[in-house]
Every structure is written in C-alpha cells, then in structure tokens.
C-alpha cells in the first residue's frame, strides 16, 4: 500500500506561480513513475507531468515551458513547478505512483485556481 500526501494548492493570480508538493509512504518501489493529473469541472482527468525514478520527463503539451517536475527520491517526493498560471489551468490536482506489476495509486487531490 502506498500513501500520497499532496500540498501546495491555493489561489493565485493569472501569470502567478504555484509549487505542489507529494509525499508518498509505505511500499515504495524503487522503479517507479510518479506524476500529476488534472481534472477541471466537467472535464475528464488529464495527464500534466510524470517523472520516473531515472529522471525522464513527459508533460501535456499544454503545459510544457510553464510546469516543471522534479522529483527526490531519498524523499520519495515530487513536485509540480507551475508559472505563468492561466486561468484554464484551474483543476483538482492528483498526485499519481505507478510501481511494478499495475500496482498505481492517487492522492486526495488538492484545489488549484487561478483567477483572471
């Protein structure tokens, strides 16, 4: 069993910034795929940024040279770097772990809003 522990969400400006934080416990694998999802009212849940444990990256395209995730692994944290926030960038934010064998798990999620 795996616990995500998200932090970080708030309210901000249009072209502000923001940092999430996501702490996972329990059985941690040491390969693993850690990210973050996005899911706005009405909308399905979307991809944002995962990284693994050697540090490779994807993001959505509608968030690359704004977002940036990073990860520590002696931590077992990731983080989400968002700037120039828009206002389409409001969403609940979910913390995601993909481990061996299918195993994935979700955070609770937090509120991000960006007012215009």
């Known amino acids: 069993q795996v616990r995500l522990v998200e932090s970080g969400g708030g309210l901000v400006q249009a072209g502000g910034s923001l940092r999430l934080s996501c702490a996972a416990s329990g059985y941690i694998f040491t390969r693993n795929t850690m990210g973050w999802y996005r899911q706005a009212p009405g909308k399905q849940r979307e991809l944002v940024a995962t990284?693994?444990?050697?540090?490779?990256?994807n993001y959505a395209d509608s968030v690359k040279d704004r977002f940036a995730i990073s990860r520590d692994n002696a931590e077992n944290t990731v983080y989400l770097q968002m700037n120039s926030l828009k206002a389409e960038d409001t969403a609940v934010y979910y913390c995601n772990y993909r481990g061996p064998r299918g195993s994935e798990y979700w955070g609770q999620g937090t509120q991000v809003t960006v007012s215009s």
């Open positions: 990284i693994n444990n050697f540090g490779n990256t």
